[in-house]
């Protein structure tokens, strides 16, 4: 395969990251009072649903997943300032990978029926991290948790490389599909973990991005 067509060190950092919002919109649905940490459009309809029902359980969980990913977001734009993109990718990673350690560690120790201060804690933990990624995939140009926007990217991308027949083009069409991939491996790992009860589904988020830290590190050690 020629390099035209390989990943490159960005690319490695968009697919386990994806791989790690496809498992937290699965664990903090299926588990955390149905509610998506990383996809806010989801979560937005789920929230106007709930309050339609006049579920007002169900609608604080969705209220509390959209601050978390505000003031994740926020952080995360405060992180970027004044450092170079590889600094501020480090840094989103590791706080990234903290939250998400935390939550793991949490989960597994404490009992966190649904509707609970113990759900809520969890699914803002989430949502926080998840935010701070939107904003790594904002550094790299290519998001890791809207796929509505991935997808017509990779329609259109597909599209034009047919009508111009540009080969070239169907690079960007491999990292996207490969993108959405990765998100649709993480969310049928974890379901299947929940539904045969496995408790360690928790952890799969923290091991995505912890690999994408990894993919980081190493490519940063090569340019230096």
């Known amino acids: 395969m020629s390099d035209k067509y390989s990943f490159s060190p960005t690319d ?8 790690a ?4 919109d699965v664990i903090t649905f299926a588990t955390l009072g149905g509610v998506f940490a990383s996809a806010m459009t989801g979560n937005f309809a789920l929230l106007a649903y709930y309050v339609a029902q006049n579920h007002s359980q169900a609608a604080t969980g969705s209220m509390v997943a959209l601050g978390g ?5 926020g952080l995360g734009v405060l992180q970027r300032r004044g450092r170079t993109q590889r600094q501020a990718i480090t840094l989103l990673l590791v706080a990234e990978m903290a939250l998400l350690l935390l939550f793991a560690v949490y989960a597994m120790w404490t009992p966190h029926p649904v509707q609970t201060g113990s759900a809520r804690l ?3 933990l989430l949502a926080v991290a998840m935010g ?12 890791t948790i809207v796929f509505t926007t991935t997808l017509t990217r990779l329609v259109t991308t597909i599209t034009d490389s047919i009508v111009t027949r540009d080969a070239g083009a169907l690079n960007d069409v491999k990292i996207q599909s490969s993108v959405v991939g990765s998100y649709l ?9 929940i539904v045969r009860r496995v408790e360690g589904v928790v952890v799969l988020p923290f091991m995505g991005v912890a690999l994408a830290f990894a993919c980081h590190r190493r490519s940063s050690a090569r340019a230096a």
């Not at 490695?12 to 791989?19: G, Q």
């Not at 993480?186 to 299947?192: C, K, P, Q, V």
């Open 122 to 124: 969890q699914v803002a």
């Open 132 to 143: 701070l990624q939107a904003v790594i995939g904002q550094a790299i140009s290519l998001t």
């Open 21 to 24: 919002a496809g498992t937290v």
């Open 69 to 73: 990913f505000v003031v994740g977001c």
């Open 185 to 193: 491996l993480g969310a049928l790992l974890a379901g299947s973990l």
């Open 12 to 19: 490695c950092i968009l697919l386990p990251t994806a791989f």
